[in-house]
């Protein structure tokens, strides 16, 4: 584990609000102007801005906060996508918000969904993105090995593969024997999920050019801590911070924790930056 370091303090700045139409989808996002480099939030599946918006009112950096398509105010996509379309989706309202506050660079913090999106957007990202790193936190970066749906769900699975049973069948079993994020979504958004839950992320961290962080709650039983392990074997240079007694709700229950994997990220960027001083005020 590595050392603790100062949630950075309150700042004056005011935070905006905005919602920008990109392509026919609604994006709303809080937003503040400061320093190099923007911080950008992504929160995780079902959650919304404001999970991060404590995050807005502190440090010297710009910042934005983000609802992702499909949460919060922001309307859905208009297709099913999985975590890398919605790092593509969101290429554009990005780079236009660091016009908008004038920043040279960004980094990309993700939570469990959030982080799924900032690690296919590191795989993706060119010079014109100007991806500075990224902080992923208690992210399903890998599906957990072992553990198989439910024998009613994958004998339905099984007839409707052979045409014995329609459509309507394998959805009634997904709402039977799904998730609870499966339930509760609705129209494209449950598609999102069903595509999003099978997929992998290491390929994408792999193929990163910016320095990775990697924060885990000791906790966590939605992405288990020997996930993230196997990612930080994988994935060169990455740093894996595990918290003790936190489970997954990381950037709710330990901000401490996600703002020393910023200053250690802060720190890792070339030319650096020189936020030693600013954390420790």
């Known amino acids: 584990?590595?050392?603790?370091?100062?949630?950075?303090?309150?700042?004056?700045?005011?935070?905006?609000?905005?919602?920008?139409?990109?392509?026919?989808?609604?994006?709303?996002?809080?937003?503040?102007?400061?320093?190099?480099?923007?911080?950008?939030?992504?929160h995780g599946w079902g959650r919304s801005l404001a999970d991060f918006a404590p995050y807005l009112g502190r440090g010297p950096w710009s910042a934005v906060a983000l609802d992702l398509p499909g949460f919060g105010r922001s309307t859905p996509p208009l297709r099913p996508m999985g975590a890398r379309g919605y790092a593509e989706l969101l290429r554009e309202p990005l780079a236009s918000l660091r016009r908008r506050l004038q920043a040279s660079r960004m980094i990309l913090v993700g939570h469990s969904f959030g982080g799924r999106i900032a690690a296919e957007f590191a795989g993706l990202a060119t010079d014109a993105d100007a991806l500075a790193g990224v902080v992923i936190v208690a992210s399903p970066l890998l599906r957990p090995q072992g553990g198989r749906p439910a024998l009613g769900y994958r004998v339905v699975r099984s007839l409707h593969a052979a045409h014995l049973v329609p459509a309507t069948a394998l959805e009634w079993a997904r709402g039977r024997w799904g998730s609870t994020d499966y339930r509760q979504a609705t129209g494209v958004m449950r598609d999102v999920l069903v595509r999003t839950v099978n997929e992998q992320h290491l390929g994408a961290l792999e193929r990163a050019r910016?320095?990775?962080?990697?924060?885990?709650?000791?906790?966590?039983?939605?992405?288990?801590?020997?996930?993230?392990?196997?990612?930080?074997?994988?994935?060169?240079?990455?740093?894996l911070d595990i918290r003790a007694g936190v489970g997954h709700?990381?950037?709710?229950?330990?901000?401490?924790?996600?703002?020393?994997?910023?200053?250690?990220?802060?720190?890792?960027?070339?030319?650096?930056?020189?936020?030693?001083?600013?954390?420790?005020?």
């Open 210 to 239: 910016v320095p990775v962080e990697l924060v885990w709650g000791a906790l966590d039983t939605a992405c288990p801590v020997p996930l993230a392990e196997r990612v930080a074997a994988r994935v060169a240079g990455a740093n």
């Open 249 to 281: 709700d990381v950037p709710r229950d330990a901000p401490e924790a996600v703002w020393g994997a910023i200053h250690r990220l802060l720190g890792r960027i070339e030319p650096p930056v020189g936020c030693e001083e600013q954390l420790s005020e």
């Open 1 to 42: 584990m590595s050392e603790p370091h100062a949630v950075p303090p309150e700042s004056s700045e005011i935070v905006y609000s905005l919602i920008e139409d990109i392509d026919g989808i609604e994006i709303a996002a809080r937003y503040r102007r400061g320093d190099d480099p923007l911080l950008v939030y992504l």
